[in-house]
């Protein structure tokens, strides 16, 4: 069965620390992985994406990902967190045989930065 | 390039009754996908079309549910008659090609 497993429902982060995200696939084909960000009461943006090449992937924001495929994991790391990173991290895998596939998401990780 | 549009952004409404939320994707996005994101949850597929056609509504409560996507443009997703259970935020997403995803702000329905 697919499924995506984000382990940490909330984090916690002083503002100009290091953030880690965990993200953990199970997927019978190869997958397309995503990270997306949600602010209160907004859309999904997307942060960055991994198809294939380099397993280590820059976003947007400052943010970057590696692909382990011997973990099958896709964990979202950044350097320095700003007080506006606070929101709700989704990570998504979608099928990488079908162009147009739906993607399935992760239960989301919710970043609290404190001062 | 306008993003993905989608009204209203909220509503209330009492169980039982109709709802329809609409959606304009980004122009030439063939692709349009319907999400419902329930409360501390992720997004899950409804319905997804390539231009007019419904192409997986394998997660679409037919039931009481319905969509369309008139001449491959906009689309508007249907409840009738909505429950309690229904409560949540319904996004739509076009894309052109793999990965190019976007996300609408999304409609948060909530019934009573």
């Known amino acids: 069965a697919q499924s995506v497993t984000q382990p940490d429902i909330h984090i916690t982060v002083s503002e100009g620390a290091s953030l880690e995200l965990r993200c953990n696939y199970s997927y019978g084909a190869t997958p ?51 007080w506006s990173d606070a929101a709700e991290y989704f990570c998504a895998v979608g099928p990488a045989t079908d162009s147009w596939g739906k993607l399935q998401f992760g239960a989301g990780t919710q970043v609290v930065v404190t001062p | ?54 192409v997986d509504d394998s997660q679409l409560p037919k039931d009481r549910f319905s969509a369309e996507r008139l001449k491959g443009v906009d689309s508007t997703l249907k409840i009738q008659p909505a429950e309690l259970g229904d409560s949540a935020v ?4 076009s894309s052109l090609r793999q990965g190019g995803y976007t996300f609408g702000s999304g409609t948060r329905l909530t019934v009573v």
């Open chain 1, 32 to 82: 397309y992985l995503f990270w997306y960000v949600q602010s209160p009461g907004q859309g999904l943006q997307l942060l960055l994406k991994y198809f294939s090449g380099d397993t280590l992937v820059q976003g947007i924001k400052g943010f970057e990902a590696e692909f382990k495929r011997s973990q099958s994991s896709f964990n979202l790391r950044k350097p320095s967190v700003h």
């Open chain 2, 1 to 54: 390039e306008a993003g993905v549009v989608q009204s209203p952004r909220y509503k209330i409404i009492e169980k039982k009754q109709p709802v329809a939320f609409w959606c304009n994707p980004i122009s030439g996005h063939n692709t349009l996908y319907w999400y419902r994101q329930n409360l501390g949850q992720g997004p899950e597929l409804l319905i997804r079309y390539e231009n007019e056609e419904a």
């Open chain 2, 90 to 93: 319904y996004l739509c997403a």
